[in-house]
């Protein structure tokens, strides 16, 4: 079966990676058609376009959404952040943002909330560039946004050997936010006496995850403090260059988005010295997403051992391509 795949490579260092991700897919005898969306700082710089409208329809389209890394230094920070990636995952219902550190002695799979909290946009500013300016920016928490989440997270650690959840918020000072997140949890862990739960708040997660990362299997958390966790675990878990993301909307309502971490890293461009392992897992999670589960396990044990990984940009995906 042929997969049509959206392919967004972006700036800096994208479409690099993105190019040995698809190398690898060839590799593993899975057949894609892809479709290139030209997005990111080029195209806002030379037109002024972020997402079009029928950008995005025409996304809406696939099966699924390869993303490489958008961004650049002549573009203000905020105007593709908001304007192309959060508008992706608001438009496209990317409700799970999925980030896997699986480099020992992390095990573990962060379920970050992915369309709301802090993230949402509420807020706004007063009386700017006055003594008194005010500047707001709410956290948004709905029963439904929270309970498919934390859902999506209890199955997840049902099919793992563990089966541990933990809870990671800040409930002790964000009484109402964390107090709906605790409640959902509670009410969703009562549903799955075979999950065993904890709870940990953000700031001690992040000595845990320093200091004792067996404490954690799955972690289910909101959308900020899951984008903090997930840089640290990607830090603790062999670098940035490692980590790889789904932001997947479970109901299949429409096309999932796979992207690696990191960004565009504009320096690195054409040095050969970007890292294509974080694209590759990306790909391999979309494969697993699109129910190419053989060629996904291949990719991701072809890029388990990091021995030999080494070389440009290219080498490494030729050295991962040879072994899927
Ligand atoms: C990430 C990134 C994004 C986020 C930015 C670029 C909007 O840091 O995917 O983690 O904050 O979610
Ligand atoms: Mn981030």
Redo the contacts with the bound molecule.
Sequence with gaps: MRHRIGVIAGDGIGPEVVAEALKVVAASGVDLDVVDHDLGARRFLATGEVLPDAELEALRCHDAILLGAVGEPRVAPGVLERGLLLRLRFALDLYVNLRPSLVPPLDLVVVRENTEGVYAGEGGALRKGTPHEVATQGSVNTRMGVERCVRFAFQLAATRPRRHLTLVHKTNVLSFAGDLWQRTFDEVAAEHPDVATAYVHVDAACIHLVEAPERFDVIVTDNLFG??L??LAGALAGGIGMAASANLNPARTGPSLFEP?HGSAPDLVGTGRANPVAAVRSAAMMLEFLGETDAAARITKAVADPVGLTGSTSEIGDTIAGRV
Excluded: K
Aim: glycine fraction near 0%; charged fraction near 40%.
């Design positions: 984008d903090i997930t840089d971490v």
